[in-house]
């Protein structure tokens, strides 16, 4: 019965264009169509890669020949920093895709950071998501979700979130009318510039009570009943326009590979699928090397580093120690161990990418690090006193290649590439209680989670309301 049905499915892929769904256990394999919605393996479980047959894809021979798009900037598809590389992410056509003019982002060179991080100048650059229209990467993702969306004319979409993912949902459904947004949050645990724009977007905003796991597992139970179609990174098709921010780190520097890339993880989406784009890349013999890759987690929400640097999973050709993962969780439900970090875009303990992030490490010969809420405060006012701020999650990309830096991994003559993932208006409570006077309130709101000091805190001065008291204050300070 089995072959029969493995023919129909690809015949009718190659009827519908190169892209098929193809699970990501080698020992397993089963292929999908583009058609079809789903967020894990019908037969085995395992995640999804959108996969293609490259051969019937007309890929530029050179990343240089992307160049000639620029001139192109009047056709949306062609704006937008994700579609401009369609022939790279080739699941839809394109009368199929959605933009709201996503990844216009910058890749800075920024010396004061190389100073902080310990990296000679003109080495480090900072990959800047923040610009994207609903302030983090997310919408690299959301347009490519969306597209498929399309595709296979859902009605409604939902996901789980820590702010991110939502803000970009609601932005991606009010803007294009073509899906209705339903957001998971957990209670008390998203970023009030976050959960501002799910609100004002007017999306379906479902507080759980409980955590951003909790919220996850709740998601995906209501998107399986109600067939919703699910946008977390879960989702192959979101990953496939995260690909993109590591296409346009490529343009930036003139379609020289970096030697270092480092991350945030929370979800591992991102890592997922930047590994995925540089295999694609050197398969497609399009770059002649693969970076390395740094994933940095929040010593609070820190599983990833946990299982990868603790206990040596790997993911081992597709076979991973799946009992040591298995015994890990088991002992963090035991222990009733939570995430929780400053850094609420990655308080999470559950990645559901983890398998191809594990895949991902193994492509790039990747590291993985942990760094506290000290460390990434720290780091996030040094990004923030170059002009480019960035909210808690992403400055643990330049805390981690600091510490990677002091331990000798990083050398001082790479050149390397940290994602600054969302912008600095995200969590201006974070940014507030570092830079403030008020005791009370960096107790509440840091002290609490053993943030001693505000090393690089800019304090406003205080003053009473008379002219010769402000001068004076200015002549004093300037
Ligand atoms: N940085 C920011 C600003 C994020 O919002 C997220 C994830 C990450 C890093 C981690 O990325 O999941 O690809 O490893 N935010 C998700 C959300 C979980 O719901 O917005 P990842």
């Known amino acids: 019965m089995g072959k029969p049905e493995l023919h ?5 892929r190659h009827e519908s264009g190169p892209a098929f769904q ?33 051969d019937r894809v007309e890929v530029p021979a050179k990343l240089e ?13 062609r704006f937008s920093g994700v579609w401009r590389f369609q022939e790279l992410i080739p699941f839809a056509p394109a009368e199929m895709l959605v933009t709201v003019g996503e990844g216009q982002t910058l890749c800075q060179r920024a010396d004061s950071v190389a100073d902080y991080v310990g990296v000679q100048p003109g080495n480090l650059y900072l990959q800047y998501e923040g610009m994207n229209p609903s302030g983090s990467f997310k919408d690299n993702g959301m347009c490519a979700a ?13 996901c789980a979130s820590t702010g991110n993912t939502s803000a970009s949902l609601a932005m991606y459904s ?21 959960l501002s724009q799910a609100l004002e977007y007017g999306a379906l905003t479902v507080q759980i009570a409980g955590d ?13 009943d109600l067939g919703i179609y699910l946008v977390n990174s879960i989702n192959p098709f979101r990953l496939e326009g995260q690909k993109s921010v590591m ?62 640097q603790r206990r040596g999973v790997r993911w081992n050709g597709g076979q991973p120690d799946r009992t040591t993962i298995a015994d890990y969780y088991q002992e963090m439900d035991q222990r009733n161990l939570r995430a929780d970090t400053i850094a609420s875009a990655i308080e ?13 490490l193994e492509v790039c010969d990747g590291v993985v690090r942990k760094v506290t809420d000290q460390e990434i405060l720290d780091a996030k006012a040094q990004v923030g006193s170059g002009g480019i701020g960035c909210e808690p999650a992403s400055a643990a990309s330049v805390a981690g290649a600091r510490l990677l830096r002091e331990e000798g991994v990083i050398d001082p003559a790479e050149r390397v590439v940290c994602i600054l993932t969302g912008h600095q208006l995200k969590d201006p409570t974070a940014t507030v209680a570092y830079h403030t006077t008020d005791q009370d309130l960096f107790d509440e709101v840091l002290g609490q989670r053993g943030v001693r000091r505000a090393s690089f805190a800019n304090r406003a001065v205080a003053v009473p309301n008379e002219l010769d008291a402000i001068i004076r204050a200015i002549q004093l300070y300037s």
């Not at 969306?146 to 409604?156: D, N, V």
């Open 247 to 308: 296409f346009r780190v490529l343009e930036a520097l003139r379609w020289e590979v970096p030697d270092w890339i480092v991350v945030p993880g929370g979800n591992l989406g991102n890592s997922s699928a930047f590994g995925k784009a540089f295999a694609e890349l050197h398969h497609l013999g399009l770059i002649d090397r693969i970076p390395r890759l740094a994933v940095i987690n929040a010593a609070g929400a820190d599983t990833l580093y946990q299982l990868f």
């Open 174 to 194: 009010a803007v294009t009318r073509l899906l209705k947004a339903i957001i998971f949050i957990g209670s008390g645990k998203i970023a009030y510039g976050k």
């Open 212 to 224: 951003f796991d909790d919220a996850m597992q709740r998601v995906r139970e209501v998107a399986k």
């Open 65 to 77: 020949e992307f160049e000639r798009f620029w001139t192109q900037r009047h056709d949306p598809l």
């Open 22 to 54: 193809k699970c990501i256990n080698p020992l397993c394999g089963a292929t999908f169509d583009v058609s079809e919605v789903l967020t894990s393996c019908h037969r085995c479980g395992d995640l999804l890669d959108v996969e293609y047959d490259w």
């Open 348 to 360: 999470i303990n559950r990645p559901v990418n983890l398998m191809k992030c594990l895949r991902a």
């Open 8 to 12: 129909a499915t690809r015949k009718s």
């Open 146 to 158: 969306f597209s498929h969306a399309r595709l296979t004319g859902a009605k409604r979409a939902a």
